[in-house]
């Protein structure tokens, strides 16, 4: 009966999302999520977009099992990259103070051909693991709740892949816009549902939530805490899904749209890591992601609300990662042309290859985060030294940080090869993590602000 209230539940979302999709899209639509009126989205139009494509599937279960091994650490460890809301609108504010239209205008402008493909090397990477990690937690739900289907999780990642891309392909980022309000609406409720059980569930105490240490101890959680402050002011910028919402309406009303999603989907954060923090505190094993401790802590309908709220996510992450996709590949790249079949193209090609990796089977979760994160952290000494301070910066200097990120990246990644074992210090992953995140820092400062000069009159 749960497994039929679960896909029946989904159903009605996906039908709900195709409802809401625009019934005709323009090409201004489909790329840039003009209205057909050619209006732009409003305040809260954005705000829950932004919400409901940052609060991914992803991204919840990360919180809870971060809450899970390292207590209230590991959960304000992950919460503390929403502090991305507040440093990417920083950002593009003052991009759009400069005259840019995005990200790649500002680099363009400064770093020519090759700095622009530097950063859309990263962002490419960056929608791939957005899509990858999204049907892979769509693939441990459904094998969660139909474990007597022997391809249950192979089955829903096809399934689910190709609904997201046949509504996300109608209608581009217009799409993604009307679909984000609804799903977010959804999640919300049914997210609202499960919180209110578990807050007023008996034994329930919220003292030892907030000063819970985890099933395996704080300390984790703390280092990964100064990880997310070294990766948060460049983190936001590797992410096309929020810096193209950056650029859609006028400057005061985006402003407005980065502050309510910060601590919207903050809270959200906070309240999804408390099931882990509660998992740990009760004792549970750890199973399946939790899933399977969830499964058996809760009462049916409060595992049901949970597994549809991480659907919901999902979903609504897949359609505004595609819409970013296309933009990238068509407006940046060249690669398609600038029309709807161009950009419903290069939609189902990342789509393809979101699906066969996570087909492969792949089940990292926080890696892709973790290395994402580092790559992107060349960023941080480029737009501090040009957007903030006001420096010219050379462009091997630019290229210089960008290597060293990748190198940090790649590191992280391949930390257990046996010739980077005996490079990175021993320790936690984590531990190492830190190490890589202060070096790329350091090596990209010293490239920087060795190659850069104040421009004159700035």
């Known amino acids: 009966m749960q497994a ?128 990858f990690a999204n049907l892979l937690v769509v693939g441990l739900i459904f094998a969660a709740a139909l474990p007597q289907v022997g391809m249950a ?93 950056g650029f859609l309406a006028d400057r005061r009303t985006t402003r407005a749209s980065f502050l309510h999603a910060f601590w919207i989907s903050t809270l959200c954060i906070l309240g999804f890591g408390f099931f882990g923090i509660e998992a740990a505190l009760r004792g549970a094993a750890y199973e399946g ?46 690669v398609v042309p600038r029309t709807l079949a161009g950009g419903r193209m290069a939609m189902l090609g990342f789509m393809a290859l979101g699906a066969g990796l996570t087909l492969w089977g792949n089940q990292s979760l926080f890696d892709a985060v973790a290395v994402s994160g580092t790559a992107s952290l060349f960023l941080t000494p480029v737009l501090i030294a040009g957007l903030v301070l006001g420096r010219k910066v050379a462009l091997w200097a630019y290229v210089v940080a960008f290597v060293a990120a990748m190198a940090g990246a790649f590191a992280y990644f391949a930390r257990d090869w046996p010739i980077l074992a005996g490079i990175l210090p021993e320790g936690h992953k984590y531990e190492q993590l830190l190490m890589i995140c202060l070096v790329v820092l350091a090596a990209g400062f010293v490239a920087v602000l060795s190659g850069s000069r104040r421009i004159r009159g700035a």
């Open 4 to 131: 039929i209230i679960i896909v029946a539940g989904f159903a009605l979302i996906v039908l709900a999302s195709l409802a809401a999709a625009p019934r005709r899209a323009s090409v201004d639509g489909f790329f840039g999520g003009a209205t057909q009126f050619g209006q732009a989205p409003g305040l809260w139009v954005l705000v829950l977009s932004q919400v409901t494509t940052w609060i991914f599937a992803r991204s919840l279960m990360n919180a809870a099992i971060l809450g899970y091994f390292y207590g209230i650490w590991g959960v304000l460890a992950y919460a503390a990259y929403y502090g991305s809301f507040l440093t990417g609108g920083f950002i593009v504010d003052r991009l759009r103070a400069q005259g840019a239209g995005s990200v790649q205008d500002w680099l363009r402008a400064r770093f020519g051909g090759a700095g622009v493909t530097c950063y859309n090397l990263v962002i490419a990477l960056r929608l791939l693991s957005e899509v």
């Open 153 to 245: 999780r192979e089955a829903s990642i096809v399934i689910v892949a190709a609904l997201g891309l046949g509504y996300s392909a109608w209608g581009g980022l217009s799409a993604a816009l009307r679909t984000d309000v609804v799903q977010m609406v959804v999640f919300l409720a049914v997210f609202a549902v499960a919180l209110t059980a578990l807050l007023t569930s008996p034994g329930f105490d919220i003292g030892a939530v907030l000063t819970a240490e985890g099933a395996s101890g704080s300390w984790n959680g703390k280092v990964l805490l100064l990880v997310a402050a070294l990766q948060v002011f460049s983190y936001p910028v590797h992410d096309p899904v929020m810096m193209d919402r």
């Open 289 to 334: 992601e939790l899933l399977g401790t969830w499964a058996v802590m809760f009462p049916p309908w409060v595992y049901t609300a949970l597994l549809l709220s991480l659907l919901v996510s999902a979903l609504s992450t897949l359609d505004s990662a595609l819409a970013s996709a296309a933009r990238l590949m068509a407006d940046e790249l060249g």
